[in-house]
């Protein structure tokens, strides 16, 4: 649906030219909800506004349904960018206008005719839950309301894809989930695919299908959620990850507790993590498990759990329990210090 092929941003500056893009390649699928995650200056903003083409690539394409929008009339281009909308950071509501006209002045300057801009403000605002704000004015709105005032906006076009830049980065968590809910909502209910940018895992976690991880203007990993939380490959993803799973062990109780016997990351995905492994080792076999971190959480369609366990018993009861726990499905990493390092 979306495919954005060897794109290459360069930004001349007075100075010195900004490669904020270089050769990346993503396909988004009709229907999903695509994250696209990066530390700042990565250059993911970069990244989302060469989808409604708000930002020329210098080289590549931008492919939406088949139209490379880099080769498109002004007028075809026009028409193509009605099918995208788009949610910022910052809002962008008009503060002189209410709520109502914030959203039907854009409809009108489309040539919606002015029945049907009443019968969508009304939709929209209901599916974003805010029937009752029709006629206020943005400073008499919370951050999430205003949010869902401009998602409103965007749904109203009634476009194919929504694009999110940081759409939740100035609101505070509880808002921030509620936001990431209206999103999937949509997502599912009315069919229209997602392409969002974050610095956040969290945003990742809980709505995202697949993952593209960011750094210096390129794709370094990318691939289905879960994937990406279960084996990290690059060093960046997995500390995206860790933010989600802090390993807080101090490194000389680490550095102790290995010379008793190995220290284990338990990575457990789906119903893997509901059976009590852990238990079940320590009564099959002559072994001491204890705990030392663990916690689990929801990604968009499972659960997914990290453990860390020190175990302690002879070097045939550990390999047992080990081979047992890989047989339950659970990905198994020991934790070792070299020189204080991990
Ligand atoms: N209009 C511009 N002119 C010059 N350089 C720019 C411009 N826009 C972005 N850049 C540079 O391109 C790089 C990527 O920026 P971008 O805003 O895409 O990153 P980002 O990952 O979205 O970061 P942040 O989360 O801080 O917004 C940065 O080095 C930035 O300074």
């Known amino acids: 649906m979306i495919e954005l092929k060897h794109i290459t941003k360069v ?4 100075k010195s030219d900004v490669k904020a893009l270089d ?8 229907g999903e909800i ?3 995650i990066g530390y700042s200056g990565a250059g993911k903003s970069t990244l989302v ?12 394409d931008v492919i939406i349904d088949s139209d490379n929008l880099v080769t498109l009339s002004k007028e075809a281009l026009r028409k193509k960018r009605q099918r995208i909308g788009m949610i910022f950071q910052g809002f962008n509501l008009l503060k002189t206008l209410t709520v109502y006209q914030n959203i039907a002045i854009p409809l009108k300057l489309t040539g919606v005719a002015e029945n049907e801009i009443k019968t969508r403000v009304k939709k929209y605002l209901e599916i974003v839950g805010l029937s009752d704000k029709t006629d206020v004015y943005p400073n008499q709105l919370s951050g999430g309301q205003k949010q869902r005032v401009a998602i409103a906006r965007a749904l109203s076009h009634e476009p194919d894809i929504l694009l999110s830049d940081e759409a939740t980065s100035a609101l505070d968590p509880d ?10 909502k949509i997502n599912r209910e009315l069919g229209i695919t997602i392409l969002l940018i974050t610095h956040e895992m969290h945003v990742i976690q809980r709505i995202c299908d697949r993952v593209a991880v960011m750094e210096n203007g390129k794709i370094i990993e990318q691939g289905p959620v879960v994937d990406l939380y279960t084996e990290p490959k690059h060093q ?12 807080q062990t101090p490194k000389h109780i680490i550095k102790d507790l290995q010379k008793e016997g190995p220290i284990l990351d338990l990575t457990f995905v789906g119903s893997a993590t509901e059976s009590p492994s852990l238990s079940v080792i320590s ?3 002559q072994i001491e498990t204890n705990i030392l971190s663990g916690n689990i959480v929801e990604l968009k369609d499972q659960t997914f759990g990290k453990l860390r366990a020190h175990i302690k018993g002879s070097v045939q009861e550990t390999t047992k329990s080990i081979d047992y726990l890989t047989d339950q499905g659970v990905i198994v990493r020991e934790v070792v210090i070299h020189d204080g390092i991990y």
């Open 11 to 14: 930004f001349k500056t007075g």
């Open 49 to 60: 506004r060469m989808a409604n083409l708000l930002e020329e690539p210098t080289s590549g």
């Open 34 to 36: 695509f994250g696209v």
């Open 175 to 184: 808002t921030t989930d509620q936001i990431l809910e209206l999103l999937l």
């Open 283 to 285: 009564n099959r076999y």
């Open 23 to 30: 050769d990346v390649s993503l396909t988004v699928e009709k």
């Open 236 to 247: 960046t993803t997995r500390r995206f990850v860790e933010s989600i799973f802090p390993s």
